[in-house]
């Protein structure tokens, strides 16, 4: 890997000509049947799984973010005609694209609200961030692989997503620097809930995070951070995600 010096810097040089990779304006009316039938693939699976999902299924405002973010600008051009697919998608690295689904109930289940400044684990291609980001007043980001952060970076930039920022790092000790986070993403599996993660959540906070081995059932955890400080976790629905990296001691 890079010295950490080194990918800043790149990371750099690929924002300031992000407008050149990717068109500035959202095609808000591109692939839009496509779109809604993602919208309603949610809805279903929402119905199918009671006890993951709160009230009365997934905020429509969490639906009408995910169906204006372009998720077909966040896969490779190879993987487009399926990007609407309710599945993951191979995104280079060993790394994917989460299904929509899980898109939209791990942004549901950490209730985002105007206000608030979220914190990423696994920036990806970027299309949790992206979704995150019209509901949240800023979302940090960071990503361990640098090819990967530097695409994404010049991806969310191009595409306008101001308010996110995206930091090459080891995730799994979160971003102390503009802790405490209202809401906390993982979005890769940890053999065990990160305790810098849950350190840097807000009392009144909550974090989702896939908890288990990569040859071991894992499971979608939420994790929440009562008034007093104190901490619950509430096991959610078996799901399959790429291992967390990083976690090495500093």
């Known amino acids: 890997m890079r010295p950490l010096a080194q990918c800043q810097a790149l990371l750099a040089a690929v924002l300031a000509s992000a407008a050149a990779v990717v068109s500035t304006s959202v095609p808000a009316q591109e692939r839009l049947a496509e779109r809604a039938a993602m919208i309603e693939t949610i809805k279903w699976h929402a119905r199918s799984a009671p006890s993951a999902v709160e009230g009365q299924g997934i905020d429509p405002a969490v639906l009408k973010t995910m169906g204006k973010v372009p998720r077909h600008f966040f896969v490779p051009e190879e993987q487009r ?71 994404a970076a010049a991806r969310l930039a191009g595409l306008r997503f101001d308010n996110v920022e995206v930091k090459l790092d080891d995730g799994y000790y979160g971003w102390r620097s503009h802790a405490p986070f209202d809401g906390i993403v993982v979005t890769a599996a940890a053999s065990h809930i990160p305790p810098p ?25 939420l994790v929440e951070k009562q008034l007093d400080g104190s901490i619950t976790t509430r096991q959610l ?7 967390l990296r990083g976690g090495r001691a500093r």
């Open 81 to 151: 005609g399926a990007a609407y697919r309710d599945r993951p998608l191979p995104i280079g690295y060993g790394q994917t694209i989460s299904q929509p689904f899980i898109v939209a109930l791990m942004t549901d289940l950490i209730n985002v609200g105007s206000g608030d400044v979220v914190l990423e684990i696994g920036t990806g291609s970027g299309y949790q961030a992206a979704v995150l980001s019209p509901l949240a007043a800023k979302v940090y980001s960071i990503e361990i692989i640098p090819e990967l952060g530097e695409r």
């Open 197 to 221: 993660l849950v350190e840097q959540l807000a009392k009144g906070g909550r974090m989702v995070v896939p908890v288990g081995g990569p040859f071991a059932t894992q499971f979608l955890m």
């Open 237 to 243: 629905l078996p799901v399959s995600f790429v291992p």
